[in-house]
Nanobody, 125 residues
Framework: VQLQASGGGLVQAGGSLGLSCAAS????????MAWFRQAPGKEREFVAA????????VYADSVKGRSTISRDNAKNTVCLQMNSLKPEDTADYYC???????????????????WGQGTQVTVSS
């Protein structure tokens, strides 16, 4: 499956931003979808994930309550809405797709098979 992320940009602290990831090439609904991020000089970290039918969403503690992940299986897209952004949210954001991601491994980057190219989010203070 091919993934194309978009929606990044520059936003002031306290603002909001919506990221989108379009998938193609395979049956989107069979994949667990997730967002990860990587700040300069830091390791890639989990942000949020959503199970195949959207029934279960998992969030990193750092974004819980400020972010919402959603998916539209008819449109082959997964979105991440981020609110109350902080400078520490600055990073490249990547969408990922995994076919056989067990719930306990949802936060593990190694559980995902396909990755998008990343979209940059910069939050100014």
């Amino acid at each position: 499956v091919q993934l194309q992320a978009s929606g990044g940009g520059l936003v002031q602290a306290g603002g909001s931003l919506g990221l989108s990831c379009a998938a193609s090439g395979d049956t989107f609904s069979t994949y667990v979808m997730a967002w990860f991020r990587q700040a300069p000089g830091k390791e890639r970290e989990f942000v949020a994930a959503i199970r195949r039918n959207g029934s279960t969403r998992v969030y990193a503690d750092s974004v819980k309550g400020r972010s919402t992940i959603s998916r539209d299986n008819a449109k082959n897209t997964v979105c991440l809405q981020m609110n109350s952004l902080k400078p520490e949210d600055t990073a490249d954001y990547y969408c990922a797709a995994g076919r056989a991601v067990i719930l306990s491994a949802t936060r593990e980057a190694t559980a995902y098979d396909y990755w998008g190219q990343g979209t940059q989010v910069t939050v100014s203070s």
